[in-house]
């Protein structure tokens, strides 16, 4: 059976049509990354779940968000290690489940920033770069950024590198490492202007925030892809 994975960019537009700030429904943005001659019952079941009629707000358990968590490429999330987050390392992030007992969509992408940034990073330094944007964890509209449109947005710079055509690196000045770079600077600076309501103090916040997740999951890539080469040195 074909193995199912969707890029962060995916990740990022399907949480936010599920909770209706964006252009399109669950259904479209799944079509297009799956398209119909992929029949519904070869579709992940949670895929499959989370596209039934719901009533209310969607929300989700830490095991739904561990088995969507799964889906992303480059990515091991178990579920043992998301309980541990949630109980102790970032609770002060993440909080207690808003909508009963389920989590929401921007609680789930919270998770999914933190598993991007312990590629690089220990939780006492995930905790201070995410304050730097998100405030009070019970209420998100004091955020200086909403945690699904942060996710969207460097999700959406990571999506170019590796799946988009870049600039030719041939032609440029500098090493391929300085080209990247420097790519990832000018996105992400472009990138401000896609969020609204930022105040001028806050934009270099911002800025770094993007900055740091993009690079977090790039060595998160080059992390996967090593060892995919060990195990097969080693097979």
């Known amino acids: ?100 007992k389920k989590y929401t969509t921007e609680q789930a992408a919270m998770l999914f920033i933190v598993e991007d940034l312990k590629a690089t990073l220990d939780f006492e330094s995930i905790r201070k770069i995410l304050t730097l944007v998100f405030n009070n964890i019970e209420d998100r509209t004091d955020d200086i950024v909403n945690p699904t449109d942060l996710y969207l947005a460097y999700a959406s710079i990571f999506d170019q590198i590796h799946h988009q055509s870049l600039p030719s690196i041939k032609t440029a000045d500098g090493s391929v490492n300085e080209h990247i770079d420097g790519f990832i600077k000018d996105e992400c600076r472009a990138m401000l202007a896609t969020f609204h309501g930022i105040a001028e103090e806050n934009l270099t916040k911002v800025l770094n925030v993007m900055m740091v997740s993009v690079l977090t999951v790039q060595a998160g890539f080059y992390q996967d892809v090593t060892k995919r080469y060990v195990m097969g040195a080693l097979s």
């Open 1 to 100: 059976m074909e193995t199912f994975k969707l890029t962060r960019k995916n990740m990022a537009e399907l949480l936010l049509s599920l909770n209706g700030t964006a252009g399109r429904n669950p259904h479209g943005v799944i079509g297009e990354i799956w398209p119909d001659s992929i029949q519904e019952g070869e579709r992940p079941p949670i895929i499959r779940k989370i596209l039934k009629p719901a009533k209310g707000d969607i929300g989700f358990s830490l095991k739904e968000i561990v088995s969507l968590g799964n889906l992303i490429e480059f990515t091991n999330f178990p579920q043992s290690t998301v309980q541990n987050w949630v109980k102790r390392d970032v609770r002060g992030l993440i909080g207690s489940p808003q909508l009963g």
